[in-house]
């Protein structure tokens, strides 16, 4: 996958808020493709929906104010995600036509983690 260069790792160990998750993940994923514009379309989103299971974790965006499109389309990025330094799942965003659309968050197996982070437990 051309979009996947690199993998970057994200501890869950010390996250209590799910828009900090949100937020570093989308950095990482926009610094490691050099698309700036993806995290400026973040900054600049409105959250729509977020589902949540013990198989993952996914947020839906709308932006408010398109300041330039992203080089990227499709699914792209990929964060590891680790908790206690076991790999548990991976992350990714889904842009369509350039625009930021969605956050995918997933588990190898399943888990509760973004369960009790957005219910506040």
């Given at each position: 996958?051309?979009?996947?260069?690199?993998?970057?790792?994200?501890?869950?160990?010390?996250?209590?808020?799910?828009?900090?998750?949100?937020?570093?993940?989308?950095?990482?994923?926009?610094?490691?493709?050099?698309?700036?514009?993806?995290?400026?379309?973040f900054e600049n989103s409105e959250i729509t929906k977020r589902e949540v299971s013990t198989a993952g974790y996914y947020c839906h965006f709308e932006c408010k104010k398109i300041l330039e499109k992203s080089k990227n389309n499709g699914f792209v990025?990929?964060?590891?995600?680790?908790?206690?330094?076991?790999?548990?799942?991976?992350?990714?965003?889904?842009?369509?036509?350039?625009?930021?659309?969605?956050?995918?968050?997933?588990?190898?197996?399943?888990?509760?983690?973004?369960?009790?982070?957005?219910?506040?437990?």
């Amino acid at each position: 996958m051309e979009n996947q260069k690199s993998e970057r790792c994200l501890s869950l160990d010390n996250f209590t808020d799910i828009t900090n998750i949100e937020a570093e993940i989308i950095k990482l994923i926009s610094d490691d493709l050099s698309d700036y514009a993806l995290y400026k379309q973040f900054e600049n989103s409105e959250i729509t929906k977020r589902e949540v299971s013990t198989a993952g974790y996914y947020c839906h965006f709308e932006c408010k104010k398109i300041l330039e499109k992203s080089k990227n389309n499709g699914f792209v990025g990929n964060v590891n995600l680790t908790l206690s330094d076991e790999n548990i799942g991976g992350a990714m965003v889904l842009l369509e036509n350039g625009i930021l659309k969605m956050l995918e968050c997933y588990f190898w197996e399943e888990n509760n983690f973004f369960e009790n982070i957005v219910n506040g437990q």
